[in-house]
């Protein structure tokens, strides 16, 4: 059996793994651009060596790419991060129960962030209404006409769109 | 109730064309947060509808989506209702307005247009 790449010390091993999932996701799925890999680095592996921890880094996002990529349920996470710790340059079972633990308390948010990430045509943001009475009118039939008029804001993704106004009777 | 019946009996005598009875046919909670937007807008608390910029409804077509995977998600499975409304501008120019929502935010949609049907029916 070959042996797994350099791992970082066993004991604190499964938190600080853990720390650096957290940190990959925060990059990639909730749009965190504050946590760099230097960050990550010097605040979980500062013993490591820049390229060391760049390839463990670049590992464990790859693993989480592919179990996010296919929204993993945990019969499939089982059987991926089993045969994971089977290969060469794999992973080993302790990293495989952080890694599983993770997915199962991110899975939803990470699966929402990446929807929310395919979804670029308008979406409805915000949307009011008000029932009037028309009391008086220059066109006699329209007195007391009850009319609503409903208030849409469209947007993009992050962005504030246009506040289309529409009046239905 | 009987602060409600001076309120109308009070309006009776500027009424014209009957508006009192219809105002004492709108739910009174309802009617209480309608007077109380009124009072917002004329302080300066919350902007009033431009009715120089409101569009008529003239349509709208939908259909229910589900997106299945994408460049950043092989597996997404999203369903989602996708909708076009029809408005006509004051001018009479029809224009289309598109856009999404999940199933959560259609439940909502849905929800507000069954309140203002009600509301419809009661005025």
């Known amino acids: 059996m070959a042996a797994p790449e350099q791992q970082p010390p066993p004991p604190e091993g499964s938190k600080l793994l853990s720390g650096l999932l957290s940190g990959i996701a925060q990059t990639t799925y909730y749009g965190n651009a504050d946590i760099t890999e230097e960050l990550l680095r010097g605040q979980l592996y500062p013993e490591a060596a820049p390229e060391e921890f760049r390839a463990l880094r670049a590992k464990m996002g790859g693993l989480l790419q592919s179990i996010a990529s296919a929204d993993m349920d945990l019969n499939q996470l089982e059987a991926f991060l089993t045969a994971q710790t089977k290969k060469q340059g794999g992973i080993t079972s302790d990293q495989a129960a952080v890694i599983a633990k993770f997915w199962k308390n991110h899975r939803v948010k990470i699966h929402e962030s990446l929807i929310s990430q395919s979804r670029w045509d308008n979406v409805l943001k915000n949307m009011n209404w008000r029932v009037d009475l028309k009391s008086q009118s220059r066109h006699v039939d329209q007195i007391n006409t009850p009319v609503a008029i409903v208030e849409m804001e469209l947007g993009r993704n992050g962005k504030v769109g246009p506040c289309e106004r529409v009046i239905t009777v | ?123």
């Open chain 2, 1 to 123: 109730m009987a602060a409600g019946s001076a309120a109308v009996r009070a309006l009776a005598a500027l009424d014209v064309g009957g508006t009192a009875d219809k105002i004492s046919l709108i739910p009174q909670d309802f009617f209480a947060e309608l007077c109380e937007q009124i009072i917002q807008h004329l302080n300066h608390k919350i902007p009033g509808i431009n009715t120089a910029e409101l569009c008529q409804f003239v349509d709208m077509k939908w259909k229910l989506g589900v997106a299945m995977s994408s460049d950043t998600c092989r597996s997404l499975r999203f369903p989602y209702v996708a909708v076009t409304l029809s408005v006509a501008d004051p001018s009479g120019q029809v224009t289309d307005k598109s856009f999404e929502m999940s199933i959560p935010q259609f439940k909502n949609f849905f929800r507000q247009f069954k309140e203002m049907a009600a509301v419809l029916e009661t005025v």
